[in-house]
């Protein structure tokens, strides 16, 4: 063990909210109850409000001037789930930064089990979802299927069950603060900046109240930022494919010269030739929409916008942070 690591750490939990003002309360009681119990010289919770239409922010704000150690960033509107998660990384102090859900899904008693695994010198300990009998058959099926796929197509493989849940020491978040890009795909810049990595196993509880803000069509749109952002193979895809039906083209020019030269010139149907021409149509829109996801994204990118835009923040409570304590000699 490290040095920096015998010591009590100061603990950032970083928590992104949207419409959450039902669990809310429970999610702060069992969270204080279960950080009361760690070995740790202080700790915050960055509450990110991103764009909530219910009274999730008031709630925040009274919790911010009841508990010194809550800190509130109000989002100027909803900009979604990973610029949220960006957001709290960015304002988090701690020697060690833990995202987590407010639902509870998210269990606050692995906390615990985290620092030990830091303290053994992992920078980075993930938490993997062994049982997720509590999602429904269609989000496990797809969600194997995405993750089967990202890690065929992409060069830096996800961890499989393995979502924002886990445990980061400071260099690694000050890591992902570098990373330039606007559009984000968290899960997979995690993957990226690498360090010494450890897992560990937890069974995935039903949300403790509320309900999920992801429908099926913002997972589409994650699992299509996940793939254009790590792998530029559904590219080359159109190259290969482009090649086999110029040969296949080919190939069948020379058996109609063949034929026509051995047993004269017939008159075919006109139905293989708007089935081809459809097929082909079809492929090249394909191709166009492939491409087009990524120009788009290139587009995006060259605007140089901002992640988010905070419009307020609430709370810094007294506790001693890490800059202000006296280093180990």
Known sequence: MS?????PPFISLVVPCYNESAVLPLFHETLTQ????LDCVGYEIVFVNDGSRDTTLDYLRTLATL?????VIDLARNFGKEAALTAGLDEARGDVVIPMDADLQDPPGLLATFLQNWR????????????????????RTTARAFYNLHNRLA???????????????RHVVDALKDLPERRRFMKGLFAWVGHRTTIVDYTRDARAAGSSKFS?????????EG???FSTLPLRVWTYLGALIALLSMSYAGFIV?????????????ASLLTSILLLSGIQLIGIGVVGEYVGRIYMESKQRPIYLVGARYGRGSLQSPESRPHEV
Request: glycine share 8%; hydrophobic share 40%; charged share 30%.
């Open 3 to 7: 040095a920096s690591r015998r010591r």
């Open 34 to 37: 279960k950080m009361g119990e």
């Open 67 to 71: 508990d010194p150690r809550v800190v």
């Open 120 to 139: 053994d010198g992992y920078d980075v300990v993930l938490a993997r979802r062994c049982d997720r009998s509590s999602d429904s058959w269609l989000k």
């Open 155 to 169: 060069d830096i493989p996800l961890p499989q069950d393995v979502g924002d849940f886990r445990l980061m020491d």
């Open 216 to 224: 099926g069509w913002k997972l589409w749109n994650l699992a299509l």
């Open 227 to 229: 793939i254009t952002s």
């Open 258 to 270: 063949a034929r026509t030269l051995l047993f004269g010139v017939d008159l075919p149907g006109y």
